[in-house]
């Protein structure tokens, strides 16, 4: 039970401590050293104690983490009247994400779309790739690896299959890689203070 408490205190605090990010040159920093902080203090061995969740209560906080370390190409901005959070298959996250809606990333509210198809991907600036859709993987990133989308998976090899970020467990933590070369397909900066707690993969992307 202190497991559990302990996981859904730190995850409620990191939005908390993000939510009240105002100042540009001060946010990458603060939220950097939030999902540090984060990540140190969400045991996986806590997960068998919790529900699914709970567990996808943590992950929320990742996505919202990950977002506001990432900045997106103007054009992309520039077309969107919201921030488009999108999980693509069945929805792992039930009301976790609720949290966010009306939350900023650059300047724009947070809004969260379910979607069923590649193409309903089109106007989302962040896909969170649900497990269900493993098996149609290849077909997801080939459609969304040249647009800028920040693509974010728990699907195990996401990263190698041309995924941006993907979770995976270390040492009984969270932890996250990154493909970078995704990444810049996808013409996404990401901050360094991201990078430099994630596994970062290299290699070409076709």
Not at 27 to 54: D, K, W
């Amino acid at each position: 039970m202190q497991s559990i408490i302990k996981v859904e205190w730190t995850a409620k605090l990191m939005i908390r401590i993000v939510r009240k990010i105002r100042l540009p040159r001060l946010s990458h920093a603060i939220v950097g050293l939030a999902l540090f902080l984060f990540m140190l203090a969400t045991p996986v061995s806590a997960y068998s104690e919790m529900s699914q969740m709970q567990e996808y209560e943590v992950k929320a906080a990742f996505l919202f983490a990950f977002a506001k370390l990432t900045e997106w190409p103007k054009s992309a901005e520039a077309s969107a009247n919201n921030f488009v959070m999108c999980v693509l298959g069945d929805n792992p996250f039930g009301d976790n994400l609720d949290s966010l809606v009306g939350r900023t990333v650059g300047g724009q509210n947070i809004s969260i779309q379910i979607v069923s198809d590649t193409k309903g991907t089109s106007a989302c600036n962040l896909l969170f790739v649900s497990s269900s859709e493993k098996r149609r993987l290849s077909e997801i990133i080939a459609y969304v690896r040249s647009r800028p989308i920040l693509t974010v998976s728990d699907i195990s090899g996401f990263e190698k299959d041309g995924g941006i970020i993907a979770f995976f467990l270390k040492a009984n933590r969270v932890r996250f890689r990154i493909n970078i070369a995704a990444a810049e397909k996808a013409r996404l900066k990401l901050s360094s203070h991201l990078l430099e707690v994630a596994d970062v993969v290299t290699g070409r992307v076709e």
